[in-house]
């Protein structure tokens, strides 16, 4: 059975960017469409419906876009179990009110046991100080944090 992913919204983001003279978000771009065109096909991949409304958002052709990439795609369930965690990551972590989503996205990764949260949100998601909390508060509450990394950690050889 192949791992599981679940793909937070900034992977499409960058999936479907403009080009850029920003050299790190350039090389960003090109590692998540070589992850997608390389390693996609060998995990098992994961969305929620904050994802879909997230990438809805902006510009209506590239959103379109972002949503087509989606198609297909399994939707895990906004239950309540995901709510509670995610109530529980914003009270006891370091997250502030305004990344409910970022909870909510890492709450629906843990809840439903996937392997891995893939996200180039490093700052309330990919934050180390900030996964040291969200796997105690994970643990506290019968649950085990997955990897959550970039594409780029899960390229492989």
């Known amino acids: 059975m192949n791992e599981t992913v679940y793909l937070e ?15 790190i ?21 994961y ?15 590239i959103a379109a876009r972002r949503l087509e990439l989606l198609s297909g795609l399994s939707l895990v369930e906004l239950n309540q179990s995901v709510r509670s965690l995610s109530a529980q990551f914003l009270m006891r972590s370091s997250l502030p009110p305004k990344a409910s989503d970022d909870a909510v ?28 909390k969200l796997a105690e508060v994970s643990q506290d509450c019968g649950y085990q944090l997955p990897v959550i990394c970039t594409p780029y950690e899960l390229l492989g050889d």
Do not use: M, P
């Not at 090109?30 to 991949?45: G, H, P, Q």
């Open 105 to 132: 996205h890492i709450a629906a990764a843990t809840v439903h046991g996937l392997d891995y949260l893939l996200t180039w949100n490093c700052k309330h998601i990919a934050n180390a100080q900030i996964q040291r």
């Open 25 to 45: 978000i350039a090389a960003n771009i090109e590692v998540t469409k070589e992850w997608w065109a390389s390693r996609r096909n060998t995990f098992t991949l």
């Open 9 to 23: 919204t900034s992977v499409l983001g960058y999936l479907t960017a403009r080009s850029t003279k920003n050299l």
């Open 47 to 61: 969305i929620s419906q904050v994802v879909l409304d997230e990438v809805a958002r902006g510009d209506s052709e």
